[in-house]
T-cell receptor, first 116, second 122 residues
Framework: DAGVIQSPRHEVTEMGQEVTLRCKPI?????LFWYRQTMMRGLELLIY????????DSGMPEDRFSAKMPNASFSTLKIQPSEPRDSAVYFC??????????????FGPGTRLLVL | AQTVTQSQPEMSVQEAETVTLSCTYD???????LFWYKQPPSRQMILVIR??????QNATENRFSVNFQKAAKSFSLKISDSQLGDTAMYFC???????????????????FGQGTILTVHP
């Protein structure tokens, strides 16, 4: 399997612009997670989906952030408008919650976002 | 809410030696999972090892093993025969496991510690 795929790997944008991050989970996985990593706050869970349905978005910082999962193989995280404090590495992860308990989350390579 | 604490911001070890990274957590849950993830300079998050709380036997994966002390809420990672490629930041993580309701909002959420930077010297 190719693993979790994220694009773009790097994004540099100017304040006020819209940013869209993309994620393709591992085929067959039924949970998808979006994390943000910063020096100040470490790794934070932003939102996660189960079978394409958002389950918990309590970590989404504010209304400028939105996430969608239109199908089992694709998810987006959008920031509009972007601000310099959104600069971070954004990770997507997926997992398969099987009855046997294979809850391990597999992470993508991350998108490094810089907002100028 | 769960908290995970890694009290060692940085550690160093000589190649081929053994090093232990500490992790403690606080929870009132009885069913949960614990993980160690490695993040090398490439920033990729790589699973190192996982432990189910209901298992008394400590997990091992080749040179990596854990010392899981449930009563003490401690979950340390031991790396034997350290290699230069082990240089990375290591994160301890906690996940609640709700056996009764798989769709609950707490299910699947990873809570990470602050991380420990490990440097392996030649």
């Amino acid at each position: 399997d190719a693993g979790v795929i994220q694009s773009p790997r790097h994004e540099v944008t100017e304040m006020g612009q819209e940013v869209t991050l993309r994620c393709k989970p591992i085929s067959g996985h039924d949970y998808l997670f979006w994390y943000r990593q910063t020096m100040m706050r470490g790794l934070e869970l932003l939102i996660y989906f189960n079978n394409n349905v958002p389950i918990d978005d309590s970590g989404m910082p504010e209304d400028r952030f939105s996430a969608k999962m239109p199908n089992a193989s694709f998810s987006t995280l959008k920031i509009q408008p972007s601000e310099p404090r959104d600069s971070a590495v954004y990770f997507c992860a997926s997992s398969l919650i099987a009855p046997q308990g294979q809850e391990t989350q597999y992470f993508g390579p991350g998108t490094r976002l810089l907002v100028l | 809410a769960q908290t995970v604490t890694q009290s060692q911001p940085e550690m160093s070890v000589q190649e081929a030696e053994t090093v232990t990274l500490s992790c403690t957590y606080d929870t009132s849950e009885s069913n949960y999972y614990l993980f160690w993830y490695k993040q090398p300079p490439s920033r990729q998050m790589i699973l190192v090892i996982r432990q189910e709380a209901y298992k008394q036997q400590n997990a091992t994966e080749n040179r990596f093993s854990v010392n899981f002390q449930k009563a003490a809420k401690s979950f340390s990672l031991k790396i034997s025969d350290s290699q230069l490629g082990d240089t990375a930041m290591y994160f301890c993580a906690f996940m609640k496991h709700d056996l009764m309701y798989a769709g609950g909002t707490s299910y699947g959420k990873l809570t990470f510690g602050q991380g420990t930077i490990l440097t392996v010297h030649p």
